[in-house]
Nanobody, 115 residues
């Protein structure tokens, strides 16, 4: 079983930056994909970005050029660097760990972009 612990959310002004971190622990199988999803009030959960254990990345169009996902396989940690934040980026951000046979979600961390 995999456990995910997220950190790094908070309140930031428009145009600002935040970095989210998510550490995985437990029984870790490869290949795997780690990623970030977000859910704003009244909306469905949506993909933000993912990265495989080989480093292949995928981004939502709405964050391309502003967000960057990376991971440290030795620490089983995934990061999301968020720059040029906009009010519409406000949401609860969830870490995700996925293998062929299972999916695990973190508890979520709130990101609020407001002046």
């Amino acid at each position: 079983q995999v456990r995910l612990v997220e950190s790094g959310g908070g309140l930031v002004q428009p145009g600002g930056s935040l970095r989210l971190s998510c550490v995985a622990s437990g029984i870790i199988f490869s290949p795997n994909t780690m990623g970030w999803y977000r859910q704003a009030p009244g909306n469905e959960r949506e993909l933000v970005a993912t990265i495989t254990n080989l480093g292949d990345t995928n981004y939502a169009d709405s964050v391309k050029g502003r967000f960057s996902i990376s991971r440290d396989n030795a620490k089983i940690t995934v990061y999301l660097q968020m720059n040029s934040l906009k009010p519409e980026d406000t949401a609860v951000y969830y870490c995700n760990f996925r293998t062929f046979t299972s999916t695990t979600w973190g508890q979520g961390t709130q990101v609020t972009v407001s002046s």
